[in-house]
């Protein structure tokens, strides 16, 4: 039973809010560090605990409001100049900010939050006495991180988050004071990597790994929280985008009746011209509006993905201080919106490439003196919106990867053939690093290294119909580049035909319609190819894709292009481009199907998922004449 008894809502609305600020301040924290006399951030971080003790007393959650008291004290007396911020005195805060976080947790189980750990407590009080002798809350950082969890199905991804933001992390030696930042990234040369040195946009908001933080161990309270999040079905929305919704809603009640009078004057036999004028003018109208309602709709999914980023600094100033690195997190385009379930989907594989640019992607301190490079590295991470796309890029200016190296480690695990390996271009053996089993750490660390990370990250993004591209020099640094649509509710689809049958492709992945000539067709290594503008690409029968009998020559191809390969698709013909409302199949979901959606004149289609089925295709080089999306168009008939 909950100890907040006819309080539920009000409790949601807290732990909502406290939740946004807390994240907000450990931000402010990670910033502190960098400028510890800042009184701009001091006032903004005391005035959060401040908030978040206000609301923990209406909810009568004493632990919490005592914990909270003796933080915003502390910052009293630092923003008053009473005490000087030093290394020591940030672990201090950071347990303190944790231990808040946990009792989060505790308050989303429905219970009221135990007392901090007696450490966190003792040490807030010491301090707040006069005391500088902080050896006790040095040895308890030293406790080591605990090791993430992962499985042949891929990562434990709580437990990864939790080794990072609740783990107790060993100390680091002191590093230099940071210095300030100069320039401005040209953002349309974002993914160049000679723009990965530390200069950032006024708006970039950078997180250092200056040494502090003892964090307290992961509890039952953190991962509870997590649940809670992960099972948030609720959002904000603007006022002002509703009053846009009320508005249309109103303007196409008006045509509703308009059409209304016109079907009646009709029915009564009133066929004149300027009838059918006013008819085809209300029709008309009706189509826009509905069309600003769809496109106002879909608005109210969308949320600043900052809402994400915000998470990310602590988790690389953690990560980097345990791996004893100097790193700084920069985040560029904090204000770009995307699609709230999309943002919920991202955080763990933003997570795990975020941890890996700093583990495997940063140098240690002496690895970088010895390149001529910096002692403090950088990992970006920015957002974007390009056309009806949203870009996501992850770089950092470490050592980058060696195609050689990866190709020859996929050979030594036996990932690949040999032959098929010297096969392989430079970004394609980039690639090679998400297939299952791939990694290039000859021992598994609590971090990384078990070769199952990037494949789970790679699955995810295709979840979301996106794509991610791999840039790398070695000595330089490396560069994610994930492409996401702009909302997952609506796509842009190519509809073609097999027969008289319609089945709808992702516009994303194509480049151009051709005419096939099969006069020019070759058959290389078994498969029939054709030579687009020197390029030599494969054709693939959408019929042998899906299992269908080949009635006659397909006369078309459609160039398509995902991150892996480049391929003709042929077909017998097109009925053009739409915006397909997607429709899921929660129940039914075969593989190689996407969704369903609805043309104009009622007829279902499928959307098709390419990259399921050439991977079908290449594990089942036969395929059986009654396919999957075979059979999901006979449930469909």
């Not at 939050?113 to 010491?126: E, G, N």
């Not at 998400?434 to 990250?457: I, K, N």
Request: glycine content about 8%.
């Amino acid at each position: 039973m909950s100890d907040f008894g006819g309080m539920e809502d009000l409790l949601q609305d807290f732990l909502q809010e406290a939740g946004d600020l807390l994240s907000d301040v450990d931000n402010k924290l990670v910033d502190l560090e960098r400028a510890p006399e800042d009184r701009r951030l001091l006032n903004d971080i005391f005035r959060g605990f401040h908030t978040i003790k206000g609301g923990a007393g209406f909810l009568n959650a004493a632990e919490l409001v005592t914990l909270c008291h003796l933080t915003e004290n502390l910052f009293d007396k630092l923003r008053n100049a009473e005490m000087a911020l030093t290394p020591a005195l940030m672990d201090t805060i950071m347990a303190a900010t944790q231990s808040v976080r946990d009792m989060f947790g505790e308050i989303a189980q429905g219970r009221q939050p135990d007392t901090a750990p007696a450490q966190v407590i003792d040490d807030l009080r010491a301090v707040l006495a006069g005391a500088v002798d902080r050896q006790s809350a040095v040895a308890a950082a030293a406790t080591p991180a605990p090791a993430a969890v992962a499985t042949a199905e891929g990562p434990n991804w709580l437990a990864l988050h939790a080794a990072v933001t609740t783990g107790q992390h060993a100390g680091s030696p002191s590093v230099a004071a940071r210095r300030q930042a100069a320039g401005v990234v040209d953002t349309a040369a974002a993914v160049d990597l000679g723009s990965l040195q530390p200069h950032f946009p006024p708006e970039g908001r950078r997180a250092t790994d200056k040494p502090a933080a003892a964090v307290s161990g992961a509890t039952s309270g953190r991962r509870a929280e997590e649940r809670a999040a992960a099972r948030e079905t609720t959002i904000r929305v603007d006022t002002a985008r509703l009053d846009q919704v009320l508005n249309l809603s109103g303007e196409i009640g008006l045509t509703k009746n308009r059409l209304t009078s016109l079907r009646a004057d009709i029915l009564a036999g009133r066929t004149d011209t300027e009838t059918l004028q006013a008819l085809d003018q209300a029709v008309s109208q009706l189509d826009l509006l509905v069309s600003d309602l769809q496109n106002s709709v879909m608005k109210t999914r969308m949320q600043p993905i900052g809402r994400l980023f915000q998470k990310y600094p602590r988790i690389a100033r953690d990560l980097a201080r345990q791996l004893g690195k100097d790193v700084e997190l920069a985040l560029v385009g904090e204000e770009t919106e995307v699609d709230k379930t999309m943002i919920e989907d991202l955080a763990d594989p933003l997570i795990h490439l975020i941890r890996n640019a700093v583990d495997h992607g940063v140098e240690s301190a002496e690895e970088r003196r010895l390149a001529g490079k910096p002692v403090n590295s950088v990992v970006r991470l920015e957002a974007r919106q390009e056309g009806d796309h949203i870009v996501l890029i992850i770089a950092d200016d470490g050592r980058g990867m060696s195609p050689e190296r990866i190709r020859a480690k996929a050979i030594e695990k036996k990932i690949i053939g040999e032959e098929e390996a010297n096969a392989l271009d430079d970004r394609q053996s980039l690639n090679l690093i998400f297939l299952p089993g791939f990694s290039t750490m000859a021992q598994a660390s609590a971090v990384s290294g078990r070769g199952v990370g990037m494949d789970v990250v790679k699955t995810n993004i295709q979840k979301l119909n996106g794509a991610i591209e791999i840039r790398s020099e070695p000595g330089k640094g490396s560069v994610f580049i994930i492409s996401l649509p702009l909302t997952l509710a609506i796509l842009p689809v190519l509809l073609v035909l097999l027969g008289e049958q319609p089945f709808a492709l992702p516009l994303s992945m194509v480049r151009e319609i051709l005419p096939i000539d099969h006069q020019r067709m070759q058959e290389v290594g078994g498969r029939e190819t054709l030579v687009v503008r020197g390029e030599i690409l494969p054709v693939i029968a959408l019929s042998r894709l899906l299992g269908w009998p080949e009635v006659q020559k397909p006369e078309y191809g459609v160039l398509m292009q995902s991150a892996e390969r480049s391929f003709i698709l042929a077909v017998d013909n097109f009925a053009g481009r739409d915006d397909a409302v997607i429709k899921a199949l929660d129940d039914f979901r075969p593989r190689g199907v996407a969704g369903v959606t609805t043309l104009s004149n009622g007829q279902i289609v499928l959307i098709l998922d390419m990259k399921e089925l050439l991977v079908d295709l290449t594990t089942f080089p036969e395929r059986d004449a009654r396919s999957v999306p075979t059979r999901a168009l006979e449930v469909f008939a």
